[in-house]
């Protein structure tokens, strides 16, 4: 009763009531602490509310909480991947936000159409061409890249990871499943060396002519960029006359048994704001989901594209066909020969 009589004077005062609440939120994280600890930091310095996290990779963090069901003290999740955000909703650890805020700030597309997962930040899964090696006029689409002019001049990430088996997922969406296959069949007949295990070793390999072009995500190469250890290659925005880049988010949702709720979805509405997002876009030389909020300097010397606005909820719905799919193609495993005295090939994980 005295705290609701205190209370009640605090905000007659027009003091912020929130202030002296010890409300908190839990987050878990897939995205690690540097990238979201800033961002953290300012929401409590503005609201007074605590945040307590963890970070660890999606899956795990997934099956901690199907494993913590009820009992969890998580209120969020966040990963990176529309991928992940689909398989986390379909596993039925989110839950829907009803926000007309987020409705208006982050596009259709970006979000899921049941309202369990939104993206916050966007990044490009493009084309990366080494500079003395392509020719002006040479690149056009993510298609085109499975054509024989591209023999032994493409490298690619492994097919384990999540953002090609979106890539992969989305163009089963566009084109259909055998258009798709045909393409990425012929995208593993062009490679010029094994698929490598992550983007910044893919660009490397573009910039020592290794091969002559790549598919990565935006950030990678803005990475190396404000290293000054770009040279010899530039980004390449693909499908510009028809489907568009294609992009992809990280993204934020609501957890099924979030114990602070109405706090939580606070912090997912603050992700949106003008503050958060100009964060947001400086920490990782990605792309502020509210259009209005302006990209990183270094960001803004790529120039605008036209992207895909098929739903990113596409990229999970469709996630194991793809996986199938590459599987197929010879994507996931490669034959290595050593010599006659091993019998039959040797299968590689890679
Ligand atoms: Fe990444």
């Given at each position: 009763?005295?705290s609701?009589?205190?209370?009640i004077?605090?905000?007659?005062?027009?003091?912020?009531?929130?202030?002296?609440?010890?409300?908190?939120?839990?987050?878990?994280?897939?995205?690690?602490?540097?990238?979201?600890?800033?961002?953290?930091?300012?929401?409590?310095?503005?609201?007074?509310?605590?945040?307590?996290?963890?970070?660890?990779?999606?899956?795990?963090?997934?099956?901690r909480?199907?494993?913590?069901?009820?009992?969890?003290?998580?209120?969020?999740?966040?990963?990176?991947?529309a991928?992940?955000?689909?398989?986390?909703?379909?596993?039925?650890v989110?839950?829907?936000?009803?926000?007309?805020?987020?409705?208006?700030?982050?596009?259709?597309?970006?979000?899921?159409?049941?309202?369990?997962?939104?993206?916050?930040?966007?990044?490009?899964?493009?084309?990366?061409?080494?500079?003395d090696?392509?020719?002006?006029?040479?690149?056009?689409?993510?298609?085109?890249?499975?054509?024989?002019?591209?023999?032994?001049?493409?490298?690619?990430r492994?097919?384990?990871?999540?953002?090609?088996?979106?890539?992969?997922?989305?163009?089963?969406?566009?084109?259909?499943?055998?258009?798709?296959?045909?393409?990425?069949?012929?995208?593993?007949?062009?490679?010029?060396?094994p698929?490598?295990?992550?983007?910044?070793?893919?660009?490397?390999?573009?910039?020592?002519?290794?091969?002559?072009?790549?598919?990565?995500?935006?950030?990678?190469?803005?990475?190396?960029?404000?290293?000054?250890?770009?040279?010899?290659?530039?980004l390449?925005?693909?499908?510009?006359?028809?489907?568009?880049?294609?992009?992809?988010?990280?993204?934020?949702?609501?957890?099924?048994?979030?114990?602070?709720?109405?706090?939580?979805?606070?912090?997912?509405?603050?992700?949106?704001?003008?503050?958060?997002?100009?964060?947001?876009?400086?920490?990782n030389?990605?792309?502020?989901?509210?259009?209005?909020?302006?990209t990183?300097?270094?960001v803004?010397?790529?120039?605008?594209?036209?992207?895909?606005?098929?739903?990113?909820?596409?990229?999970?719905?469709?996630?194991?066909?793809?996986?199938?799919?590459?599987?197929r193609?010879?994507?996931?495993?490669?034959?290595?020969?050593?010599?006659?005295?091993?019998?039959g090939?040797?299968?590689?994980?890679?």
């Amino acid at each position: 009763m005295r705290s609701l009589i205190f209370a009640i004077v605090v905000s007659v005062l027009g003091l912020p009531v929130v202030s002296i609440a010890a409300e908190e939120i839990v987050v878990y994280s897939a995205r690690k602490e540097h990238l979201v600890k800033p961002l953290f930091d300012e929401f409590e310095k503005e609201t007074g509310v605590t945040i307590k996290y963890i970070t660890d990779k999606a899956g795990p963090l997934l099956q901690r909480l199907k494993a913590e069901g009820k009992r969890s003290p998580a209120d969020l999740l966040i990963t990176v991947d529309a991928g992940n955000l689909w398989h986390a909703a379909n596993e039925g650890v989110l839950q829907p936000v009803k926000s007309e805020l987020l409705d208006q700030k982050v596009p259709a597309h970006l979000r899921d159409p049941e309202d369990r997962w939104f993206g916050v930040t966007i990044r490009a899964r493009t084309i990366v061409y080494n500079t003395d090696n392509v020719a002006d006029g040479e690149l056009t689409t993510y298609e085109d890249l499975a054509s024989e002019k591209w023999k032994d001049r493409l490298c690619l990430r492994t097919s384990k990871k999540v953002y090609n088996q979106s890539l992969v997922a989305m163009m089963i969406s566009r084109h259909g499943e055998e258009k798709a296959a045909e393409i990425v069949s012929g995208w593993v007949n062009n490679l010029a060396l094994p698929p490598f295990s992550n983007d910044t070793k893919t660009i490397q390999a573009v910039q020592s002519g290794q091969c002559d072009v790549a598919i990565v995500n935006t950030y990678y190469f803005g990475r190396l960029e404000d290293k000054g250890e770009s040279r010899g290659a530039a980004l390449f925005w693909p499908n510009q006359e028809t489907s568009g880049v294609h992009v992809n988010i990280s993204g934020i949702g609501l957890t099924q048994h979030a114990p602070h709720k109405e706090t939580a979805v606070r912090f997912i509405e603050w992700m949106v704001s003008d503050k958060a997002q100009s964060m947001l876009a400086n920490m990782n030389f990605e792309y502020p989901v509210v259009a209005s909020v302006e990209t990183s300097e270094l960001v803004k010397n790529w120039g605008t594209f036209k992207s895909d606005d098929i739903n990113l909820s596409e990229a999970g719905r469709l996630q194991s066909q793809a996986v199938r799919l590459m599987d197929r193609a010879g994507y996931k495993y490669l034959i290595i020969k050593f010599g006659s005295r091993i019998r039959g090939p040797l299968f590689y994980e890679i």
